[in-house]
């Protein structure tokens, strides 16, 4: 998953946004009279180096832009030209799993019926454009009871209990972790998570042996070894393992 939290400063963002409506919005998403999402998407394609911001598949100018609150006429309509309810991201993610869902914490599920009123909301999906993704998961790389070698999203612990919900039902929603009790099991993302698993085991075993041996030479060895693979900085996994937010089940 990719923190997407500093995009709308992005310059890329920026000329887009004038692109999209003529001028520099305030934050509002009212009196756009043609919803042009589309310009939007080579900026999150450069700001995420070509990968969904979910589940971190490589992802082209021909994925989707997602509206994260669904722009459907019996859920969020009045949020279909706001730029700050898009995303880009991969098919999979926005058809196959995340379609016109959109549940909600609490007793209190009313839904807003216009802008002023979503701060009434606590979604249960978590939004990495808005959301501190660092705060909610962690990473663990394990073997499932099929056999399969996975790196999948966790919660991380001593999360309050609507922040524990929102990142289980993230997490379930989008198939990216929790895959021998997931309900979606047959659909449980396990090809694209057998290759994070293989592409990143590597560096966390290294990061984990310099976070618990200190030594410059450990410390030259791990510099060495993302010199030799610059690819890997490209992974918003990367930065979850550089904050030691991961664990390498035995």
């Known amino acids: 998953m990719i923190d997407m939290r500093e995009i709308y400063v992005d310059k890329l963002f920026q000329e887009a946004l004038t692109e ?7 934050g509002d998403c009212t009196g756009v009279s043609e919803c042009k999402w589309k310009v939007f998407k080579k900026a999150f394609l450069e700001f995420t180096n070509s990968k969904c911001p979910i589940c971190e598949k490589l992802i082209d100018e021909y994925s989707h832009i997602d509206h994260y609150r669904p722009k459907d006429k019996t859920l ?3 949020l279909e030209c706001c730029y700050q309810n898009y995303m880009l ?3 999979v993610c926005n058809s196959t799993y995340k379609k016109t869902d959109f549940p909600l914490y609490g007793q209190n599920r009313i839904r807003a019926k216009n802008k002023s009123e979503l701060t009434n909301e606590k979604p249960l999906i978590a939004n990495p454009l808005h959301d501190d993704i ?9 073997n499932t009871t099929k056999g399969k070698s996975i790196l999948i999203l966790n919660p991380r612990k001593d999360l309050d209990e609507y922040k524990k ?6 997490i379930e929603f989008y198939g990216i972790g929790n ?14 998570l057998e290759e994070h698993y293989e592409r ?23 510099a060495g070894y993302v ?15 550089v904050k030691n937010q991961f664990k390498i089940a035995v």
Request: hydrophobic letters at 30%.
């Open 20 to 26: 999209f409506n003529h001028k520099e919005l305030d």
């Open 76 to 78: 969020y309509p009045f």
């Open 89 to 91: 991201m991969c098919p």
């Open 134 to 142: 660092y705060e909610l998961f962690e990473l663990q790389f394990i």
């Open 165 to 170: 919900a929102k990142a289980e039902k993230t």
């Open 179 to 192: 895959c021998d009790n997931n309900e979606k099991m047959s659909s449980c993302r396990i090809d694209l």
């Open 200 to 222: 990143l085991l590597d560096f966390a075993r290294l990061s984990k042996k310099c976070l618990t041996q200190k030594t410059e030479e450990n410390k030259k060895i791990l």
């Open 227 to 241: 010199k030799d693979k610059p690819n890997i900085k490209k992974y918003g996994f990367y930065k979850f393992i």
